[in-house]
């Protein structure tokens, strides 16, 4: 009887590690996706984010802001658009994902689109990172070169470090 005893308390404890470690093995992934990513293993911190989005249970904007990112960081932006979505759908007021999918648009070449999408940042962050100069860029290749270089002004006045917007403002000036 009490070998018995014993069996179930270590059977007991066994669980609880267990359970402890399925409890810690998201943030464990999401750390060495990140560490991945950064040592330049893209595809392997992707499918590591995949995976944790497929299998968790609490649905994290932190996991989905750099899956997303990293897709549109190699160019995959179908794949980035269908999780960008997913995540609007939970996070429907994450000014991020509003902004990932207008700059989706923009690689694709929908640059309409990419502008309309944009007002909905806007409407809810004014000043959000580099959403002017998205839209500057948005308008120089629709044709629009007043309109851009407003946008661009404007970027630089929310963010004077951006070197981006003031390269292309300095192309205006050629």
């Not at 595809?43 to 989005?53: C, G, V």
Request: hydrophobic share 40%; with cysteine.
């Amino acid at each position: 009887m009490n070998n018995k005893k014993y069996i179930n308390i270590l059977i007991f404890i066994c669980l609880l590690v267990f359970v402890g470690m399925f409890e810690l093995w998201p943030k464990k992934s999401y750390n060495n996706a990140s560490l991945l990513w950064k040592q330049g293993h893209y595809q392997q911190a992707i499918d590591i984010w995949k995976q944790q989005l497929r299998i968790s249970k609490n649905e994290n904007s932190d996991v989905y802001q750099n899956l997303i990112g990293s897709l549109i960081y190699i160019g995959k932006f179908n794949d980035a658009e269908k999780w960008c979505l997913k995540a609007l759908t939970i996070f429907p007021q994450y000014v991020i994902f509003k902004f990932y999918i207008s700059l989706i648009e923009f690689y694709k070449g929908r640059y309409k689109k990419s502008l309309t999408l944009s007002e909905s940042v806007l409407k809810q962050d004014n000043t959000y990172p580099n959403i002017h100069l998205l839209r500057g860029l948005d308008f120089k290749k629709l044709g629009n070169r007043n309109k851009a270089k407003k946008e661009f002004i404007e970027e630089i006045n929310d963010n004077p470090s951006n070197t981006f917007a003031w390269v292309e403002l300095k192309i205006f000036k050629k």
